[in-house]
């Protein structure tokens, strides 16, 4: 099946510093990715659409500065979270879809 | 906006038993309904999908059902192992086209399969 891989894993920083989390497909083209957030014993939450080429589409409640989407080709999406605060620890996690929605294996971040 | 609610939270079953999971969607105009697998700290692996010009789809032990009208849909297991415990979600999509799968998740449920 189709491979979506995520980096990093795992990150821990300070708070006030940013971080960011890259999201590839490797074996297909995705002009559309998906970015999630997930806390713990918590289900997935659609946090934004990353569109290549324009400018990404927020879900309600998510702030566009804070996290920063860039998508420059088919095959990268990145996920920045700017001034990160220890409230922003979470498992983020990303998906593209070739006929059916793959994952990436997520990234848990940490701000201390 | 769509919205997915699915019941139980918890489910606890003895191995061998059957284990059912329960979904409803808000949106009429979803017709993708995957179901995802995902162990702790992992990434939600898809176990099986049905789209909405069937009603049931079978792999194995595994099954889903599908209910337009009712506008809701099941995942069964059969003969259920301690690896098969886990959180399961189920979701709703509507997909245009190959790359466009915006999944909107039931809030999981987790399965212990006790020995």
């Known amino acids: 099946g189709a491979v979506v891989s995520q980096h990093p894993s795992r990150v821990i920083c300070k708070s006030g510093t940013s971080v960011k989390i890259e999201c590839r497909s490797l074996?297909?083209?995705?002009?559309?990715m998906f970015w999630y957030r997930q806390f713990p014993k918590q289900s997935l939450m659609l946090m934004a659409t990353?569109?290549?080429?324009?400018?990404?589409?927020?879900e309600q409640g998510v702030e566009k500065d804070k996290f920063l989407i860039n998508h420059a080709s088919l095959t990268l999406s990145t996920l920045t979270v700017t001034s990160a605060h220890p409230e922003d620890s979470s498992f983020y996690i990303c998906?593209?879809?070739?006929?059916?929605?793959?994952f990436g294996q997520g990234t848990r971040l940490t701000v201390v | 906006g769509e919205n997915v609610e699915q019941h139980p939270s918890t489910l606890s079953v003895q191995e061998g038993d059957s284990a059912v999971i329960k979904c409803t969607y808000s949106?009429?105009?979803?017709?993708?309904f995957p179901w995802y697998k995902q162990e702790l700290g992992k990434r939600p692996q898809l176990i099986i999908d049905?789209?909405?010009?069937?009603g049931e789809k079978k792999d194995q032990r595994i099954a889903v059902t599908l209910n337009k009208t009712a506008k809701h849909f099941s995942l069964h297991i059969t003969e259920t192992q301690p690896e098969d415990s886990a959180v399961y979600f189920c979701?709703?999509?509507?997909?245009?086209?190959?790359?466009?799968?915006?999944?909107?998740f039931g809030k999981g449920t987790l399965l212990t399969v006790n020995p």
């Open positions: 998906s593209a879809s070739d006929g059916e929605a793959f």
């Open positions: 074996d297909f083209q995705a002009t559309t």
């Open positions: 990353s569109n290549e080429g324009s400018k990404a589409t927020y």
């Open positions: 949106d009429s105009a979803s017709n993708y």
């Open positions: 049905i789209r909405s010009n069937v």
């Open positions: 979701a709703a999509s509507y997909g245009s086209g190959g790359s466009n799968y915006k999944l909107t």
